[in-house]
């Protein structure tokens, strides 16, 4: 193919233009942005050090979310899993799993904390434990953490790092048979395993 000089430079010209579109464009796994937080303070880029810390600390919220997630079991005492969903917002962080026995629906929820939900999800766990001392609703224990039943059947229980482990279904009313209903599942949820990850 024979190549005018006009057509030679538009083509430098264009794969000039790739060249820089291609530099712009940056694809960064959380490895990436941890790595270059202390080299770009050095630097004196003290802002952009500051926002690969954070992309940095929100890739690591989302591999401990993920790390959590999983242990929220497939199966638990007859309880079969259906669903799960793993989100941050606002500081929060949410594990949400929806679980069906014998026609019953129930949903386990794990939300906030000093390890995803920052200080607003470790305010919440502050006043989830503060609640529960404070006498509201059923005083339980669950794998040897405070927890309650509230008056209309939802349990829940405080983690170490502030965030609380929830669970409830539309199916059982009030504390007792909430207790009941609910039981099975939350003796058999590995509780004391996700506490233990969230430390």
């Not at 060249?19 to 937080?37: F, M, P, R």
């Not at 962080?93 to 390890?115: D, P």
Request: with cysteine; proline share 2%.
């Amino acid at each position: 193919m024979r190549m005018t000089k006009h057509g030679l430079v538009l083509a430098m010209a264009a794969t000039g233009a790739l060249q820089t579109a291609e530099a712009q464009l940056e694809v960064s796994g959380s490895g990436d942005s941890c790595a270059q937080i202390e080299s770009l303070r050095k630097a004196g880029k003290v802002g952009e050090a500051r926002t690969q810390a954070q992309a940095c600390l929100d890739a690591l919220n989302q591999e401990a979310n993920g790390a959590v997630a999983q242990l929220f079991p497939a199966t638990v005492a007859g309880w079969k899993r259906t669903d799960i969903q793993e989100n941050q917002a606002l500081g929060f962080t949410n594990v949400s799993s929806m679980y069906e026995k014998s026609g019953h629906s129930a949903t386990v929820s794990l939300t906030g904390g000093n390890a995803g939900g920052g200080a607003i999800g470790a305010a919440l766990g502050g006043l989830a434990k503060f609640g529960v001392k404070a006498g509201g609703g059923k005083q339980v224990k669950v794998a040897g953490l405070a927890g309650s039943v509230q008056p209309d059947g939802s349990v829940m229980v405080t983690l170490d790092d502030g965030s609380f482990l929830g669970f409830s279904s539309a199916d059982f009313h009030g504390a007792d048979e909430a207790l009941v209903g609910l039981g099975d599942l939350i003796n058999g949820f590995p509780v004391a395993d996700i506490n233990k990850k969230l430390k």
